[in-house]
């Protein structure tokens, strides 16, 4: 038996990061009964790329691996609240993939049958029936869009506050502030980990923790390719509901690859842009370029809120990978070691249905669909095919 104040120092599963990915994953091991601790080097939950995320969640992927993971995000977040009492924000608007030119319009409904096998609810809505959906888009030369009514968005920071209350209560350990240095090992088992203030062990070390990823698994040996990648939003004054879903315009345009917003259930209108060229590292400060550019996407898509007020930019980073896949699971020839990085920009709508994931590794319950989904995300891949929808 352990004398008050001492710490201790075995656990079942030891987690690297408490973000997007990580707290998710918390919860459901210490739920299953696990003896969890979860280790970061900030001040509390969801507090790196999570707090910047902007909350939208689809299942509406052209990879089947991120679809199946999301559809069981897509699950967590929508009986959230009903399960758990917890109001995270769940809002249930839909995603809408626009149309402006043939190339896209084409790329689109040639996706829709396949999604539509992986059994999404999706559908390829022309003109009029795009503009009926979401009065206020600029009709000129749109030439319709996909429609998947079941995605939605929430809060980033509820949801991971809600993760780790739910985890601790739970059982789990969290040790904020505190940096893992480097890792134990004996043979070829990862042991363990070892921080600024001391050493643990453990019978599996999850490597959740985002745009660091690839510096600490170097300790290991292991060259992660997940690269962090600075991208950029902003958040309007409150306004009447307009629209309910996401809508995503793939087109490029100078200095942007693609642009996507949506209204938040406050009324808010948030949006974000995918910079072109990359900004490679780990960027946080807010930069003068990213809102004149945003700004005029968003009047070219939605021409009446060109007198709608920014109240706030912001930068994150999306720990991005070749494919634009995660890098989920074991790495052989390396025992008790799993990763769960290269989120690429989308750890908050696909980390529950990575911690379903994982706790089903790590007991042992793998189904068909399981093992398929790290057999596709795998360390091990040739990185070789992009996600189109990434």
């Given at each position: 038996m352990?004398s008050?104040?001492?710490q ?5 599963i030891?987690i690297?990061g408490s ?9 459901f091991l210490?739920?299953a009964?696990l ?7 900030l001040?509390s ?9 902007i ?9 089947l691996a991120k679809?199946?993971?999301s559809?069981r995000s897509?699950?967590?977040f ?6 758990h ?7 249930q608007?839909g995603y809408?993939?626009v149309?402006?030119n043939?190339?896209?319009?084409r790329?689109?409904k040639?996706?829709v049958?396949?999604?539509q096998e992986?059994n999404l609810?999706i559908?390829?809505l ?8 979401i009065?206020?888009?600029?009709p000129s030369?749109?030439?319709g869009?996909?429609?998947?009514p079941g995605d ?5 920071l509820?949801a ?5 209350k739910?985890?601790?209560?739970a ?11 480097d890792f134990?090992t ?5 042991t363990?980990v070892k921080?600024n203030?001391g050493?643990?062990?453990s019978?599996?070390?999850?490597n ?7 510096e600490?698994s170097?300790?290991l040996?292991l060259?992660v ?6 991208h950029?939003a902003?958040?309007?004054e409150?306004?009447?509901r ?5 809508v995503?315009?793939?087109r490029?345009r100078p200095?942007?690859e693609?642009?996507y917003f ?5 009324g808010?209108?948030i949006?974000c842009m995918?910079?072109?060229p990359?900004?490679?590292g780990?960027h946080?400060?807010a930069?003068?370029d990213?809102l ?9 898509l939605m ?9 706030r ?6 720990p991005?990978?070749?494919d634009?896949?995660p ?10 070691f799993l990763l769960?990085v ?13 911690g379903?994931l994982l706790k089903?590794?790590?007991l042992?319950?793998l189904?068909q669909?399981d093992?398929n989904?790290?057999d596709?995300l795998?360390?091990?891949?040739s ?5 189109i929808l990434k």
């Amino acid at each position: 038996m352990m004398s008050f104040g001492e710490q201790r120092t075995y656990f079942d599963i030891i987690i690297i990061g408490s973000g997007s990915v990580g707290s998710p994953t918390a919860y459901f091991l210490a739920d299953a009964g696990l003896d969890v601790l979860v280790i970061d080097r900030l001040p509390s939950a969801g507090q790196y790329s999570n707090k910047h995320a902007i909350g939208g969640i689809r299942a509406t992927h052209s990879d089947l691996a991120k679809i199946n993971l999301s559809k069981r995000s897509l699950e967590v977040f929508s009986t959230w609240q009903e399960r758990h009492g917890d109001d995270i924000e769940w809002h249930q608007g839909g995603y809408s993939f626009v149309a402006y030119n043939e190339e896209t319009a084409r790329l689109l409904k040639d996706l829709v049958p396949w999604q539509q096998e992986q059994n999404l609810n999706i559908s390829w809505l022309h003109h009029d029936e795009l503009i009926k959906l979401i009065p206020h888009l600029n009709p000129s030369d749109l030439l319709g869009g996909t429609y998947s009514p079941g995605d939605g968005s929430a809060s980033p920071l509820r949801a991971a506050f809600a993760f780790h209350k739910r985890a601790v209560q739970a059982g789990a350990c969290f040790h904020f502030n505190e940096t893992v240095k480097d890792f134990l090992t004996k043979g070829d088992r990862v042991t363990g980990v070892k921080t600024n203030c001391g050493e643990y062990y453990s019978q599996w070390v999850i490597n959740a923790s985002g745009g660091w990823a690839k510096e600490l698994s170097a300790n290991l040996g292991l060259e992660v390719q997940v690269e962090p990648d600075s991208h950029e939003a902003a958040i309007t004054e409150p306004i009447k509901r307009m629209f309910h879903p996401m809508v995503v315009d793939m087109r490029a345009r100078p200095g942007s690859e693609n642009f996507y917003f949506y209204q938040h259930p406050t009324g808010k209108i948030i949006f974000c842009m995918t910079p072109d060229p990359q900004i490679l590292g780990s960027h946080t400060i807010a930069s003068s370029d990213f809102l004149p550019k945003a700004s005029r996407r968003l009047i070219e898509l939605m021409p009446v809120l060109k007198h709608i007020r920014v109240r706030r930019a912001w930068r994150g980073t999306y720990p991005m990978t070749p494919d634009g896949s995660p890098i989920i699971g074991r790495v052989d020839g390396l025992e008790g070691f799993l990763l769960a990085v290269g989120m690429c920009g989308q750890g908050f709508m696909l980390g529950p249905g990575v911690g379903l994931l994982l706790k089903n590794l790590i007991l042992n319950e793998l189904d068909q669909a399981d093992k398929n989904i790290l057999d596709s995300l795998t360390y091990h891949r040739s990185f070789s095919k992009e996600e189109i929808l990434k």
